[in-house]
T-cell receptor, first 114, second 114 residues
Framework: AQKVTQAQTEISVVEKEDVTLDCVYE???????LFWYKQPPSGELVFLIR??????QNEISGRYSWNFQKSTSSFNFTITASQVVDSAVYFC???????????FGSGTQLTVLP | GAGVSQSPSNKVTEKGKDVELRCDPI?????LYWYRQSLGQGLEFLIY????????KSGLPSDRFSAERTGGSVSTLTIQRTQQEDSAVYLC????????????FGPGTRLLVL
């Protein structure tokens, strides 16, 4: 069975602070896929990034960066210089060869205060 | 291009009535998924379609829930004899070829059963 844990239920920061959202996963698949989605107040899940298990290279996209570490089964997400528009619920998700679905974490509510 | 669309956006119904929720995937996407998002349960997988067939129905919570997909495109999720615990946001997603690919989500249908 697959499992995703987002231990941080809610995080509140002041604008321009950096913030890291944690994601820990469990899977028996040797090939798997990790995702981050953003859910703003409008409700739609917006795809942010995908990382394949065989590609441990970290990625940076503007103010967003992701740190994938197989040794600790973690896929953490950092927002640098946060902005009010970053306020949303962020979900980490796991897919793999043994499951035809995504397994989602419980989400982290990020609030960025002006 | 157009993303995943869902209708209706909101649905209020009375307990015991049947409801139909519609999903129109991204053009050319052969895989389609239904998920449910509720306060107590987070994001739960319901069913996966590859073309018109559903190789994974493991998430459907009861036999009151059914789904079909026609023409490899539009899908309908039907809930018969609705119960109050069916109140949730029903999310549809699609991916290009299969479950190993990135899923893109629609805006969801908010269902309230009175």
């Amino acid at each position: 069975a697959q499992k995703v844990t987002q231990a941080q239920t809610e995080i509140s920061v002041v604008e321009k602070e950096d913030v890291t959202l944690d994601c820990v996963y469990e899977t028996r698949d040797t090939t798997y896929y990790l995702f981050w989605y953003k859910q703003p107040p409008s409700g739609e899940l917006v795809f942010l990034i995908r990382r394949n298990s065989f590609d441990e290279q970290n990625e940076i996209s503007g103010r967003y960066s992701w740190n994938f570490q197989k040794s600790t089964s973690s896929f953490n997400f950092t927002i640098t210089a946060s902005q009010v528009v970053d306020s949303a619920v962020y979900f980490c998700a796991l897919g793999g060869s043994s499951a035809r679905q995504l397994t989602f974490g419980s989400g982290t509510q990020l609030t960025v205060l002006p | 291009g157009a993303g995943v669309s869902q209708s209706p956006s909101n649905k209020v119904t009375e307990k015991g009535k049947d409801v139909e929720l519609r999903c129109d995937p991204i053009s050319g996407h052969t895989a389609l998924y239904w998920y449910r998002q509720s306060l107590g349960q987070g994001l739960e997988f319901l069913i996966y379609f590859q073309g018109n067939s559903a190789p994974d129905k493991s998430g459907l919570p009861s036999d009151r829930f059914s789904a079909e997909r026609t023409g490899g495109s539009v899908s309908t999720l039907t809930i018969q004899r609705t119960q109050q615990e069916d109140s949730a946001v029903y999310l549809c997603a699609s991916s290009l070829q299969g479950y190993q690919e990135t899923q893109y989500f629609g805006p969801g249908t908010r269902l309230l059963v009175l």
